[in-house]
């Protein structure tokens, strides 16, 4: 059965006929870092992904099947304390990922240390902690 929602604040896998999201996905629900998956590729086109990330863990869309993220819109929230952690997959598919995030928000505290870079099926989420850098010629 194919079912239009505004969105979807979850974790597990969704099953069933095809999805279609017109609102926000929030994997593992507001205030909880989790995965959520679809069972058949979903319809995406103007959602807003909603990321969490907490002591350097993050959540997680999972899709089967090639996906065109170039019209989502990413939203990555932190929750607690910044802890540094590396490249985690934020948006994964069974396929190929096109395209880039058509508009990504990050914290307003330490936003810019935050970095999403897109692989041939993930898109990824990394922070690193800022530092000095010396160059010593």
């Known amino acids: 059965q194919d079912v239009t929602v505004a969105g979807i604040a979850a974790s597990g896998m969704i099953r069933g006929g095809i999805v279609t999201v017109t609102g926000e996905i929030s994997p593992g629900g507001s205030n909880c870092v ?30 089967p099947g090639d996906a065109d993220i170039s019209t989502l819109n990413l939203e990555i929230v932190q929750l607690g304390d910044i802890v540094a952690f590396k490249p985690s997959a934020i948006f994964a598919c069974g396929g190929e990922l096109t395209g880039e995030f058509a508009f990504v928000t990050k914290p307003v505290t330490k936003g810019k240390n935050y970095k999403v870079e897109y692989a041939d099926s993930a898109a990824t989420l990394s922070y690193a902690k800022p530092g000095l850098l010396l160059l010593v010629r």
């Not at 959520?36 to 997680?60: C, Q, S």
């Open 34 to 63: 989790g995965t959520v998956a679809f069972g058949m590729p979903p319809v995406l086109t103007g959602a807003r992904i909603l990321i969490e990330t907490e002591d350097g863990a993050v959540d997680k869309v999972v899709v």
